[in-house]
Each structure stands twice: as structure tokens, then as C-alpha cells.
């Protein structure tokens, strides 16, 4: 119940293309999802989160989908371009001092 | 404003020795939170720290332990290391009541 799963594990797009990540959690006590960017050698950046009263947030070129019947979530990266190339953590929390709990990671390779 | 400082960057350890991180957490931030990042398992929670006070505690055997300081610094130790151990750990910190968690660098262990 306190997993999250995310998928694919690895993508490849073209420059310019939008790579999709998805993400599935069960427990209903979350309350906060955020996605996480992390490039090698690097901790864990805070891209953009979500709580479950929005189906959707934008910020920038990423934007966030939220479909809360069916518990999951996805990233979507608008005119991807190869500085986006890392790994993408997806990630959800309760109230309180709850932990974060995170997916497996998706490594992004955009190619020029 | 400065993000989170996580000290060293870099250590080499031998098996069945000791070892203890720093964080110092951005300026403000009361919740001080401790993961590790290994290639198998991916981001575990170790534990979170407010006002000097364990609040939440992840999976992990006894040989894990922190602590937090009244500046909110906070600090993990592990003693008797085992190869398994070697991770990357990293600190988070957080605005108490705040969902938003900011990483820092991390310690990149290796026990050998």
C-alpha cells in the first residue's frame, strides 16, 4: 500500500518530442505527489507537485496530470530538449510527518 | 538563499567501522529528513527529524541513528558498516508544516 509504481524505466525521445511518465500509488492518505529531476552526481531537484483537488498544474514545459479515481498520475515534458536528459522520480506523501515515498526512477535521454 | 549542505561529499569506509554525515538544512527550515539512494533499492526513508525530536523512522536496522541539533542541523551515524551500506544519502529539509522537501547533494558512501 505504500509503494508507488512508475513506468517506463528508461524513455528515449527526439528533441522536441514530450515524454510521458506515469506513475500508480494505492494508498488513499496520500495527499501531496511531487516529481523529482535528478541529474548524475546531483541529489533530487523538486520540479513540480500536485495535490489531489487538481487534475492538472503546469509550470514551465512540465505539467502534471492527476486522475484521482483511478490513482495515478503522469509527467509530461513539453519541447523536450537534451538538457532535460536525467532520471525522474515520481513520488507521493501524506499529512504530517509522513515520508516521501518514491517510485523507481525513469532515466530520460533526449537526443539532439 | 542557500540550499542544503551536506558534508562530506565523498567517503571511503572499511567494513565493521563507523561513520557519520552532516546536513545543515536551508536557513529557516526546522524538518530535517535522511534517505538513501542505492542502485537496487532506489530512495529509502531513513528518518525525519523535527525541534531536535525523531518523528518518523523508516525501515532500517539499529546501525542507522541521527540526531538533530537546536540550529536544526542534523546528523546520521552508522556504525558497524557492512558493504551493503554503500549508498548515496541524502538529506532533505523542509518548512515545518510544509510539504515541499529540497534535497541536497548527498554523501556518496562506499564501504569497503
Known amino acids: 500500500q505504500q509503494q508507488v509504481k512508475q513506468s517506463p524505466q528508461s524513455l528515449i525521445v527526439q528533441k522536441g518530442g514530450i515524454p510521458i511518465i506515469n506513475c500508480a500509488y494505492e494508498?488513499?492518505?496520500?495527499?501531496?505527489f511531487p516529481w523529482y529531476q535528478q541529474f548524475p552526481g546531483k541529489g533530487p531537484a523538486l520540479l513540480i507537485a500536485?495535490?489531489?483537488?487538481?487534475s492538472e498544474k503546469k509550470e514551465g514545459r512540465f505539467t502534471i496530470s492527476f486522475n484521482k479515481s483511478a490513482k495515478q498520475f503522469s509527467l509530461h515534458i513539453m519541447d523536450s530538449q537534451p538538457g532535460d536528459s536525467a532520471t525522474y522520480f515520481c513520488?507521493?506523501?501524506?499529512?504530517?510527518?509522513?515520508?516521501?515515498?518514491f517510485g523507481t526512477g525513469t532515466r530520460l535521454l533526449v537526443s539532439p | 538563499k542557500a540550499g542544503v549542505t551536506q558534508t562530506p561529499r565523498y567517503l571511503i569506509k572499511t567494513r565493521g567501522q563507523q561513520v557519520t554525515l552532516s546536513c545543515s538544512p536551508i536557513?529557516?527550515?526546522?524538518?530535517v529528513s535522511w534517505y538513501q539512494q542505492t542502485p537496487g533499492q532506489g530512495l529509502q526513508f531513513l528518518f525525519e527529524?523535527?525541534?531536535?525530536?525523531?518523528?518518523n523512522k523508516g525501515n532500517f536496522p539499529g546501525r542507522f541513528s541521527g540526531r538533530q541539533f537546536s540550529n536544526s542541523r542534523s546528523e546520521m551515524n552508522v556504525s558497524t558498516l557492512e558493504l551493503g551500506d554503500s549508498a548515496l544519502y541524502l538529506c532533505?529539509?523542509?518548512?515545518?508544516?510544509?510539504?515541499?522537501?529540497?534535497f541536497g547533494q548527498g554523501t556518496r558512501l562506499t564501504v569497503v
Open positions: 532533505a529539509s523542509s518548512l515545518y508544516g510544509s510539504t515541499e522537501a529540497f
Open positions: 494508498n488513499t492518505a496520500f495527499d501531496y
Open positions: 500536485i495535490r489531489p483537488d487538481v
Open positions: 513520488a507521493a506523501k501524506g499529512t504530517g510527518f509522513q515520508k516521501l515515498v
Open positions: 536557513s529557516g527550515h526546522r524538518s
Open positions: 527529524y523535527f525541534s531536535e525530536t525523531q518523528r
